[in-house]
């Protein structure tokens, strides 16, 4: 007789997250700087890796593979099979075409079958700065199909835009945008990167009841002068991370995960700076295994904002 699933069997008490994003065999991006950040907060992932590269594709030249819908389709069956299906969590990030995509839904509807509460923590990763970087069907794939069946969106300015049709020009313009978005299916979103006067934010909402106002708040986040790889897949994971654990008050749950990216991406700056390299040169590769004190117990210099 087979050993029992003690991940099934002795649950964490935070939960057990099937992870589907890109893997780099080199660097920190999508599952490889989602994984372990999600491990250290006390979680069991699985991850299943969407494509499999040398390095991410800022580098002058990448290799690698490319997992296609029935081949993601293999994989749960492989395990369902098992009987091994049962998952708290499911995280996507990038995804890189219509028939992937439509297959994760199927996978959506697949755990919800078997644990009717999965929670679906969506960041659809589209595009940023007033640019796609996925094909222009997927926009309408996100936004008539993923964006209902989700719990929580993790969207910049622009993918917000892209999924509500909404101009954002201003906070009042943001809070609206999470409205529309609540409407049509998740009851936690968090814009995490929205520029207003030279000033960041993120903006937060959670309708903890349907047909409810939602409780809404921002976050003032500094402007580092670098451009840096893998944020916004840690940034999903840390919100996955710590709204699990404080599901009553994502304006918590953002603090801490938002003074855990902010010390991380100061690190790697000073790092950088260190080795004698100009941050602002090129792209940079987050220290991610060397900002995990940052990770497990964040010091909270961020505060959420409540508005009225």
Not at 216 to 228: E, H, R
Request: glycine share 8%; charged share 20%.
């Amino acid at each position: 007789m087979a050993p029992p699933i003690l991940s099934l069997v002795l649950p964490s008490e935070t939960g057990r997250v099937l992870s589907i994003q890109s893997h780099t065999v080199q660097g920190y991006v999508g599952n490889k700087s989602a994984v372990f950040p999600l491990q250290l907060l006390g979680y069991d992932v699985d991850p299943i890796n969407s494509v499999q590269f040398s390095n991410h594709t800022g580098y002058p030249t990448f290799k690698g593979q490319v997992l296609n819908g029935q081949e993601l389709w293999e994989l749960i069956e492989g395990l369902k099979a098992n009987d091994l299906l049962h998952y708290t969590h499911l995280l996507t990030g990038y995804i890189g075409s219509v028939s992937f995509l439509n297959t994760v839904l199927e996978v959506v509807d697949k755990l919800r079958s078997i644990n009717p509460k999965l929670t679906y923590v969506c960041d659809p990763v589209m595009g940023d700065e007033g640019k796609l970087y996925v094909p222009p069907e997927l926009v309408s794939v996100y936004r008539e199909k993923v964006v209902p069946v989700a719990s929580m969106l993790t969207p910049n300015q622009f993918e917000a835009e892209q999924l509500t049709g909404l101009r954002i020009g201003s906070e009042i313009d943001g809070r609206e945008a999470c409205n529309i978005l609540h409407a049509a299916g998740p009851s936690k979103v968090v814009i995490t990167s929205f520029s207003l006067d030279g000033n960041l934010f993120l903006i937060g909402s959670h309708q903890k009841e349907q047909g409810q106002l939602p409780e809404q708040f921002k976050i003032k986040i500094p402007k580092i002068p670098a451009y840096f790889t893998g944020t916004g897949d840690l940034m999903t994971a840390l919100l996955l991370g710590w709204s699990n654990k404080y599901p009553n008050n994502l304006g918590k749950a953002a603090e801490l995960a938002v003074s855990s990216l902010q010390a991380l991406l100061q690190r790697t700056l000073n790092d950088y700076k260190t080795a004698g390299h100009d941050p602002k040169s090129s792209s940079l590769e987050i220290r991610l295994i060397q900002s995990q004190d940052d990770i497990r117990n964040p010091q909270v210099n961020f505060k959420a904002e409540m508005y009225n």
